[in-house]
C-alpha cells in the first residue's frame, strides 16, 4: 500500500519548498495532497539574496492548486508531514485547524520534515519540541529556542522523526531523511 503524505502551507510558501517535495513524494509512488487554509490555487514565491539587500528579497512565482483546506483535513490518513517555508508558516499558524494537524503527527511518532521559516508552523505544538533538536533559517532560531528546542547549525538535522533543514538549498538531504523516515 502506497504511504499517504501531507503537506501543509498558503500563499506566499517559498516555490522551491514546495515543489521539490511535492514532486520528490510524488516521484516516490506517495499519494501526495497539499492542504491550505482554503481550497485554492495559492501563490508561491521565489526567495534569493542579492547584494543590494541584507535580507532575502521576494518575487512572485508560480501557481499551485490547495487539494484541501485545513478544516477537510483527518490527519489519521496520512502517514508523514511537510511544512514549507516562505512567508506562509506566520498565518497558517493562526488556523484554527492547524495546531490539531500538526500535533497528531508528533503524537503518534510519525515523521514530520520542516525546512527553512516552517518552523514557525511548530510554534503551535511547542510542547512536542521541548528537549528536541532542529535546524531552521536562521531568522527562525528565536522561535525554536521559546518552543523550548535546541537550534542547530547544520544545514539539515534529524531528530527522532523530525527531519529539519535550514532552506531550499537543503532540499536533496531534506527529502532523502525524510523519505527514509517514511519507508
Same mark, same amino acid.
Given at each position: 500500500?502506497?504511504?499517504?503524505?501531507? +503537506?501543509?502551507?498558503?500563499?506566499?510558501?517559498?516555490?522551491?519548498?514546495?515543489? @521539490? #517535495?511535492? *514532486?520528490?513524494?510524488?516521484?516516490?509512488? *506517495?499519494?501526495?495532497? +497539499?492542504?491550505? #487554509?482554503?481550497?485554492? +490555487?495559492?501563490?508561491?514565491? =521565489? !526567495?534569493? *539574496?542579492?547584494?543590494?539587500?541584507?535580507?532575502?528579497?521576494?518575487? #512572485?512565482?508560480?501557481?499551485?492548486?490547495?487539494?484541501?483546506?485545513?478544516?477537510?483535513?483527518?490527519?489519521?490518513?496520512?502517514?508523514?508531514?511537510?511544512?514549507?517555508? /516562505?512567508?506562509?508558516?506566520?498565518?497558517?499558524?493562526?488556523?484554527? @485547524?492547524?495546531?490539531?494537524?500538526?500535533?497528531?503527527? *508528533?503524537?503518534?511518532?510519525?515523521?514530520?520534515?520542516?525546512? =527553512?521559516? /516552517?518552523?514557525?508552523? %511548530?510554534?503551535?505544538?511547542?510542547?512536542?519540541?521541548?528537549?528536541?533538536? %532542529?535546524?531552521?533559517?536562521?531568522? =527562525?532560531?528565536?522561535?525554536?529556542?521559546? =518552543?523550548?528546542?535546541?537550534?542547530? !547549525?547544520?544545514?539539515?538535522?534529524?531528530? /527522532?522523526?523530525?527531519?529539519?533543514?535550514?532552506?531550499?538549498?537543503?532540499? #536533496? /538531504?531534506?527529502?532523502?531523511?525524510?523519505?527514509?523516515?517514511?519507508?
Amino acid at each position: 500500500m502506497s504511504k499517504k503524505v501531507l +503537506i501543509v502551507t498558503g500563499d506566499a510558501v517559498e516555490a522551491l519548498e514546495v515543489f @521539490y #517535495p511535492y *514532486f520528490r513524494s510524488l516521484e516516490e509512488g *506517495f499519494e501526495t495532497v +497539499i492542504a491550505a #487554509p482554503t481550497k485554492k +490555487i495559492l501563490h508561491t514565491v =521565489c !526567495h534569493d *539574496f542579492e547584494a543590494h539587500s541584507e535580507t532575502y528579497t521576494e518575487k #512572485p512565482a508560480y501557481q499551485l492548486q490547495a487539494h484541501l483546506s485545513f478544516a477537510e483535513v483527518n490527519p489519521a490518513e496520512y502517514d508523514g508531514l511537510i511544512i514549507p517555508g /516562505g512567508r506562509a508558516p506566520e498565518y497558517i499558524r493562526l488556523n484554527e @485547524y492547524l495546531k490539531p494537524i500538526v500535533a497528531h503527527f *508528533f503524537l503518534e511518532n510519525k515523521p514530520v520534515a520542516t525546512i =527553512c521559516h /516552517g518552523s514557525q508552523v %511548530l510554534t503551535l505544538v511547542a510542547e512536542h519540541l521541548r528537549e528536541r533538536e %532542529l535546524t531552521a533559517y536562521q531568522a =527562525c532560531r528565536p522561535d525554536v529556542e521559546a =518552543c523550548g528546542a535546541t537550534y542547530r !547549525h547544520e544545514s539539515l538535522y534529524v531528530d /527522532g522523526n523530525l527531519v529539519s533543514g535550514h532552506a531550499w538549498p537543503d532540499l #536533496p /538531504g531534506f527529502m532523502r531523511e525524510f523519505i527514509r523516515l517514511l519507508k
